[in-house]
């Protein structure tokens, strides 16, 4: 090989040797911004909540309760008082065997020539009232039986049950009126009211107007009346602002209370403790979980997918590399090489004594 094309040879290796560093160079700055970007999705997992399963113990307490007589009375409210003694609220539950309660709907028939409600052949007449139109006690197969005194008295006693049914189904609206009707049990004999809320039943209000139920042309109710009658229901109602004092075991646990302590009306009752969990608000607890877990699994396997494919680049970076080294060191030894050429071609050229 000649000086020229030794020299030439050389300085085409020197430049195919600096591009080779060159795009080395970018390889590792591409690796760099991968290993950043790698390192920012880590700490997103690194920053990110786990989802907690709810505890039955966050959604589980102890009420207190105490028994006076067929009164069952369950404490809501506890505050102790600078005086030792505690102001608290009790709802009490009993069983009022003489409670108005739904029954089954009923159809009723409205006869347009006489104005009048029925339920088969018995017509229906205003609670506490026999002066309904189109209604004869005579005709009634219950009333009929009674004696005058007991006409009266069933009187006041059907006024007692429409104050219930008015407290109870019309927002405790006295001014509500009702029909009633009454149907023989054939097994013990007794005679059942039933009771069907006057604007519900009427087609026409008190000022004429269309109000309540659509009827037939054959003169049925087009859906089903609601209807009532006596049986038995739990009944709760609300105390509150009560002194009281409360006795403790060693560990804590109320034992006993008395009611308006230090008076004459002073009573004690011994307390039974029951845990009671909140099942609904527990479920609605553990949905929510299961919700944001789904969340959370979504994000990290979202983020585990982008660094899968940051980690794959970066294994197809780290291989160009290697073949760049592999390129670099053969560049270097043919460098080596030509440039023994030059030497010996600059010795055997210049060299004038042996």
């Not at 030439?8 to 600096?18: V, Y």
């Not at 139920?213 to 009346?225: A, F, M, V």
Request: hydrophobic share 25%; proline share 3%; glycine share 6%.
């Amino acid at each position: 090989m000649g000086m020229a094309a030794s020299q030439a040879r050389f300085l085409g290796l020197t430049a195919r040797k600096t591009n080779t560093e060159y795009e080395g160079q970018q390889v590792n700055q591409q690796r760099t911004t991968l290993s950043n970007q790698s390192a920012n999705y880590y700490n997103q997992l690194l920053g990110m909540t786990v989802p907690t399963p709810p505890s039955t113990t966050d959604y589980t307490k102890t009420v207190y309760s105490f028994n006076d007589g067929a009164l069952t009375n369950s404490i809501t409210s506890l505050i102790a008082q600078a005086d030792g003694n505690y102001l608290i609220s009790y709802n009490r539950t009993y069983t009022d065997d003489y409670a108005p309660v739904s029954t089954t709907p009923t159809v009723i028939f409205y006869d347009e020539d006489n104005g009048t409600y029925s339920i088969g052949s018995d017509i229906l007449r205003v609670a506490g009232d026999t002066n309904t139109q189109g209604y004869d006690v005579d005709n009634d197969p219950y009333l009929s039986t009674l004696t005058q005194e007991q006409r009266d008295a069933l009187m006041e006693e059907e006024k007692l049950y429409i104050e219930k049914l008015n407290n109870k189904y019309n927002n405790g609206d006295q001014t509500g009126k009702w029909y009633v009707r009454y149907q023989k049990n054939t097994s013990t004999g007794q005679w059942t009211p039933y009771f069907y809320k006057k604007s519900k039943v009427d087609i026409y209000d008190e000022t004429n107007n269309p109000s309540g139920s659509i009827y037939s042309d054959k003169g049925s109710s087009q859906s089903s009346i609601p209807a009532y009658t006596i049986g038995t229901d739990k009944v709760t109602e609300e105390i509150k602002g009560v002194t009281a004092k409360m006795e403790q075991d060693t560990t804590g646990r109320y034992i006993a209370i008395t009611l308006n302590p230090g008076t004459e009306d002073a009573v004690t009752y011994t307390l039974d403790a029951t845990t009671i969990t909140d099942q609904d608000k527990y479920d609605d607890a553990m949905n929510q979980y299961e919700y944001d877990k789904a969340l959370y699994d979504q994000a990290v396997q979202e983020i585990n997918a982008k660094i899968e494919i940051i980690q794959a680049e970066d294994k197809n970076l780290e291989l160009r590399l290697k073949q760049l080294d592999t390129e670099q060191n053969a560049i270097q030894t043919e460098m080596d090489a030509v440039t023994k050429v030059i030497e010996k071609n600059t010795e055997s050229t210049f060299k004038t004594f042996g």
